[in-house]
């Protein structure tokens, strides 16, 4: 099994499990603090989090990249197209959110920015989980025979 495979697996489940605990947990937090808390923790979390998912997402986006150019098939094609969609809606998406709870000053502002991230990061989280559904598959068989 080719070492970019197993790498582009760590990356994505690592992903996967952080996605889920940002969407499920971190961002409805958000929701619960009050607008003088809101941009200090925002602050905080978006900085911190950074040096968790960058070295990721970058190792990801490397690994799915080399196994298409090294292993270019449709499945190949299909994990780089996913993890471009990833990075699509993150920098299109989610950072401009970000941005915008940055800079936002009353609450009901606040609260409509954070719905709209927690709806919005459905997309990364749906990517992430057929990202993963479809190399955890590949792990077994067909992969295997052309990776």
Request: with cysteine.
């Amino acid at each position: 099994m080719s070492y970019l495979f197993v790498i582009n697996v760590g990356t994505t489940a690592a992903m996967f499990g952080i996605i889920w605990i940002v969407q499920l947990v971190q961002y409805p937090l958000f929701a619960g603090l009050n607008s003088r808390d809101f941009h200090s923790w925002h602050r905080f979390h978006s900085n911190r989090i950074t040096y968790i998912v960058a070295p990721l997402m970058i190792g990801d986006l490397i690994a799915s990249g080399a196994l298409a150019w090294f292993y270019l098939n449709i499945w190949s094609l299909v994990l780089l197209g996913l993890t471009i969609g990833v990075w699509f809606a993150t920098f299109t998406i989610s950072v401009p959110i970000h941005a915008a709870l940055e800079k936002a000053t009353n609450s009901s502002e606040i609260e409509r920015l954070i719905r709209r991230l927690v709806s919005t990061n459905w997309i990364r989280t749906a990517l992430y989980c057929l990202k993963l559904v479809i190399l955890l598959a590949g792990t077994g068989s067909y992969f295997e025979k052309i990776i």
